[in-house]
């Protein structure tokens, strides 16, 4: 497939700020201030309790932190505690600080590695350690706030036009609709299983065999709500494994998607048992230099949604992925 875009050690291309920095955008405001005075029936309770009655939008919990972050006063003097009693007519003024959550689909000058662009879609390069999507723990600093930077258009697309993701600590290539024709078209062509993606991991063991096909269904795991498993009720999901070099304890792996379940690889090479290493959550550990999953997107290949014609990309591993895969013994090195 051709023509094939290849990725070694490409410029980060930096986001347009001027897009964060907007006056006409909404999350340039400046908080909400809300006065009000204790009422006769809130005599008597709890600081937290008497916000919620008076901005029942927010929730307690955030409520809290309004109060821990010093953005509540009452009578005129910083509230510290959110147990405290309040009194009747006491005033109260709190600074509606919006949620992280609330914030989060926002544009941020967030690096880019940008391999392919024209006006229907773009590749990235995505480094391990970078979030694809805000979630909890990661409202900020995302693939997607870079991209609401990147271009307008974005902001009128569910999730910015990202059409599939990589984990936290995965890196290499992803594709990214600019459009809404493009994103639809995109979504069908993985659902269609039209999209060619294939990673390099390094994993614990040596498999039997050189080749290996897992078909396995994936949910999430009964035991614990952070994990995924391969279960009977799970969705359907197949992995195909190459091994392309093995020796000592460990070996080098080409893995081929053929679905794109939460966590397929890590999960379905750890029920073979061969976790990736650096997987502590799949029982992986630490090894070869190795601090995260080694997994790394190393080829996307596909029919472009609107042209038609073929598209392939190769990104090279990372430093430390490159690193840990040297280190691999290798008497009967498997090229592929």
Same mark, same amino acid.
């Given at each position: ?42 005599? *008597? ?159 614990? *063991? ?71 290493? *650096?997987?502590?959550?799949?029982? *992986? ?52």
């Amino acid at each position: 497939m051709s023509p094939d875009y290849r990725v070694q050690g490409s410029d980060d291309s930096l986001v347009d700020a001027e897009v964060a920095a907007d006056p006409d955008s909404p999350f340039a405001d400046e908080p909400e201030r809300r006065e009000s005075a204790v009422g006769d029936t809130m005599h *008597g309770v709890r600081l937290d309790r008497a916000l919620v009655a008076f901005v029942p939008e927010f929730s307690r919990s955030h409520l809290q932190t309004l109060i821990d972050a010093g953005h509540v006063t009452v009578e005129g003097r910083v509230a510290t505690s959110a147990s405290r009693k309040v009194l009747a007519g006491q005033r109260i003024v709190v600074e509606l600080v919006p949620t992280a959550e609330s914030q989060a689909f926002r544009p941020e000058s967030v690096p880019l590695s940008i391999v392919f662009e024209d006006e229907h879609l773009l590749v990235l390069d995505k480094a391990a350690g970078v979030v694809v999507h805000p979630a909890a723990g990661n409202w900020s600093g995302t693939i997607l706030n870079g991209l609401l930077a990147h271009h307008r258009v974005a902001a009128t697309l569910a999730r910015a036009g990202i059409v599939h993701r990589l984990d936290k600590d995965t890196s290499g290539l992803m594709v990214v609709g600019k459009t809404l024709q493009a994103v639809t078209a995109l979504v069908r062509e993985i659902a269609a299983r039209h999209v060619h993606r294939e990673y390099l991991a390094i994993a614990h *063991g040596i498999p039997r065999s050189d080749c290996m096909r897992i078909d396995a269904p994936i949910g999430r795991d009964p035991k614990s709500r952070v994990r995924m498993a391969v279960v009977a009720s799970g969705k359907p999901a197949r992995t195909d494994v190459d091994v392309v070099k093995s020796g000592g304890t460990y070996s080098g792996l080409r893995c081929t998607l053929h679905t794109g379940r939460t966590h397929q690889i890590r999960v379905h090479l750890a029920s073979k048992g061969h976790p990736l290493v *650096g997987d502590t959550v799949y029982g *992986g550990s630490s090894a070869l230099g190795m601090q995260r999953q080694a997994l790394h997107a190393a080829k996307l290949a596909f029919q472009h949604p609107l042209l038609d014609t073929p598209l392939s990309f190769a990104a090279e591993p990372p430093a430390d992925f490159a690193a840990a895969w040297q280190q691999i013994d290798n008497p009967t090195d498997r090229n592929a």
